[in-house]
């Protein structure tokens, strides 16, 4: 590369004084002042244009928006912006500063539009929340009919939008107008919207959880929207369904909770399928296994079924007989007796009544004498036992109050003479004689559940148990007379059972009865606790026989029609049953509504999928029940409109209605 030489840096002509000297400046000379302001001016801008971007445009929109107070929030953000500028010394003074803010907001919402548009909205959205939240029966919410609260949003919405109006306009009574009528208007639309898009939001939200719910359940989600349709129709709650299936125990299932809930199983009942099957398969085979838990029941609470009043009462007999050694050993150290006293009072009597009475007495009289000879009275201890034996007999089977009068009178005598003169009779005769009242407790027992005059009431028993209990003369111990009532009321509860094997609202209607007395009795006699489980069980078997004839037994002639006619799809030909069922009157229409109505849902099941209406059966007769329940209560929970949905959808409509004015 060539050498430079000092001649070649220096241009052709040579260089001047001048040509070293910087040239001057074009125009007017800046003073320090304006230089200033130049800098303040540069200052300015690079804020302006940093606050007129989308930030700027949406911030000072939305405090704008809010209804009413909306200028003045953003009054102040502006002045609060100029006074920290003015504090911070930018050399300009305060109301300069003001003037930058409210520009600089103007440019900004200029510059963005639909930014400035759309933070206007959600200003006055987000600031009539909170008012429409404070007092919602204002803006239409509560109770009351739909077109009360649209009015009382319309009112609400128009003072909102008058004011908001004359605040942002000074007062022009134009202004004001307009912006009274926009809120009118959106609050009148409100409450109306408000139901629609609760409505579809809830639909949504519905289907979703309806899709888990019956994917936890292990069903179809339509399979399960049916039955929790009819368990609400029946005015079940998932609390109420857990708490019934819980009293009625492992065999019950849901479709022994409601009629609802009966009509579609009888519908699947009578549509052929895999569905069809399931219902009857096992609607059935629990009805075989009645008698079985009724009879287990039974021998639970009221004791084993061994009792026979025959082989009981052959016992007890068989024991009196073995107390006859006991008479004879007490009679041997017998003294005589004279009966004098007892024959005289028989012969006044003798004189003095007439009637069975007197012959009653003249019985006695001549059984006090020896054998063969008349008025020659018998001093045998022995001939007077005997007597009092004669007399027991006479008094089993009379009815004459006279003669029983007599006869008792004669009687006690007797014993009292006898116990005088035959020491520790009163022994054998207090054991003979607990067991002559354990033999009539024994057939007392068997009549205490029947519903005739014999059979006493439950107060009437509480006694004579209590009295029973008690020892009589000289027994030493408690007496087994209630336990007699109860084999007694055991053994008439097994020959129910046994005549009416097959017939379960027989046998409920005969051990339960009609009304409470024979629950009473059974508690009497068993204990409260164990009646009741006896009487539950009798319940749910009746409520099981129900749902068995309700579903399988044709015994609704007309839904099964009508049921078996939708699936077919068409109607019965010519004047069908369900034709004649609606014949008859006011209660012909009455009872033809609800069969046109359970027809409309029976109809949509027969439409439904086979998979469909096999889980709806599986669902319905099913005793895993707990997975199902939860389901249900899934559902039951779904079809409210979120709360927070109301006051933001009418929040919307009011603060667009209010914005749109502006």
């Keep these: 590369m060539a050498e430079l030489s000092f001649d070649d840096l220096v241009p052709k002509g040579g260089v001047s004084f001048d040509d070293l000297i910087p040239p001057k400046p074009q125009g007017k000379h800046l003073s320090f002042e304006e230089g200033q302001r130049l800098l303040a001016a540069d200052e300015r801008k690079e804020r302006m244009e940093g606050a007129t971007g989308t930030f700027g445009a949406a911030l000072t929109g939305f405090g704008d928006g809010v209804p009413i107070v909306g200028p003045a929030l953003l009054g102040a953000g502006q002045r609060g912006g100029a006074l920290a500028a003015t504090v911070l010394g930018n050399g300009r003074s305060y109301d300069e500063n003001l003037k930058d803010a409210q520009a600089i907001t103007a440019e900004a919402q200029d510059a963005h539009p639909y930014v400035t548009t759309g933070a206007n909205v959600a200003g006055a959205v987000a600031g009539t929340i909170p008012m429409v939240m404070a007092a919602p029966a204002a803006f239409g919410g509560g109770g009351g009919s739909l077109l009360l609260r649209s009015g009382l949003s319309g009112l609400s919405g128009a003072a909102i939008g008058g004011a908001d109006a004359g605040v942002r306009s000074g007062g022009d009574a134009d202004a004001m107008w307009n912006g009274a009528r926009n809120g009118l208007l959106f609050g009148v639309g409100g409450p109306i919207v408000t139901k629609g898009v609760g409505a579809g939001f809830s639909k949504v939200v519905d289907a979703v959880r309806a899709r888990a719910a019956a994917r936890a359940a292990g069903l179809e989600p339509k399979s399960l929207m049916y039955v929790t349709r009819a368990a609400t129709d029946d005015g079940l709650d998932a609390t109420a369904i857990q708490s019934r299936l819980a009293d009625m125990g492992p065999e019950a299932v849901l479709a022994d909770l409601g009629p609802n809930l009966q009509h579609q199983a009888g519908a699947l009942a009578a549509t052929p399928g895999r569905a069809q099957e399931v219902v009857r398969t096992a609607l059935v085979d629990r009805q075989m296994g009645a008698n079985a838990r009724i009879g287990a029941a039974i021998n639970d609470n009221l004791g084993p079924r061994s009792v026979v009043p025959s082989e009981v009462e052959v016992a007890i007999q068989g024991n009196q007989q073995a107390l006859a050694p006991q008479y004879g050993e007490v009679f041997r150290n017998a003294r005589a007796v004279n009966t004098a006293p007892i024959a005289g009072e028989l012969e006044s009597q003798i004189v003095n009544l007439r009637g069975e009475g007197q012959r009653a007495a003249q019985r006695v009289r001549g059984m006090l004498d020896i054998n063969g000879e008349p008025g020659n009275l018998d001093p045998n201890p022995g001939t007077l036992f005997q007597t009092r034996q004669a007399i027991d007999g006479y008094m089993a089977t009379e009815t004459n109050p006279q003669a029983i009068r007599v ?194 849902i029976w109809a949509d099941i027969a439409s439904s999928a086979p998979k469909v209406r096999e889980d709806l059966a599986r669902a319905l007769v099913d005793r895993q029940r707990d997975a199902l329940v939860q389901a249900i209560a899934q559902m039951q929970r779904n079809g409210s409109v979120p709360a927070a949905i109301e006051p933001v959808v009418k929040a919307l409509m009011l603060g667009t209605g209010s914005a749109g004015a502006r």
Excluded: C, H
Excluded at 483 to 507: C, K, M, T
Excluded at 541 to 555: G, K, L, P
């Design 407 to 600: 006869y008792a009178n004669a009687r006690q005598q007797i014993d009292d003479m006898l116990a005088n003169a035959v020491p520790q009779l009163k022994e054998v005769d207090a054991n003979f004689a607990e067991l002559a009242r354990q033999r009539e407790a024994l057939q007392r027992g068997q009549t205490v559940l029947s519903s005739g005059r014999e059979a006493p009431r439950p107060s009437e028993l509480v006694n004579e148990v209590q009295q029973g209990a008690q020892p009589q003369g000289m027994q030493i111990g408690p007496s087994a007379v209630p336990l007699r009532l109860s084999q007694g009321a055991r053994a008439e509860v097994e020959r129910i059972v046994g005549n009416n094997a097959n017939d379960v609202a027989a046998l409920n209607r005969l051990i339960k009865g009609e009304g409470d007395w024979n629950r009473a009795r059974l508690a009497t006699l068993f204990g409260q606790d164990r009646a009741d489980r006896l009487i539950r069980v009798l319940d749910n078997e009746r409520i099981f026989a129900d749902t068995a004839n309700t579903v399988t037994r044709n015994s609704e002639t007309a839904a099964r029609l009508s049921a078996q006619g939708e699936l077919s799809g068409g109607s019965q030909p010519g004047f069908s049953t369900v034709d004649s069922f609606k014949a008859g009157g006011f209660r012909g229409a009455a009872r033809a509504a609800a069969v046109d109505k359970v027809s409309k």
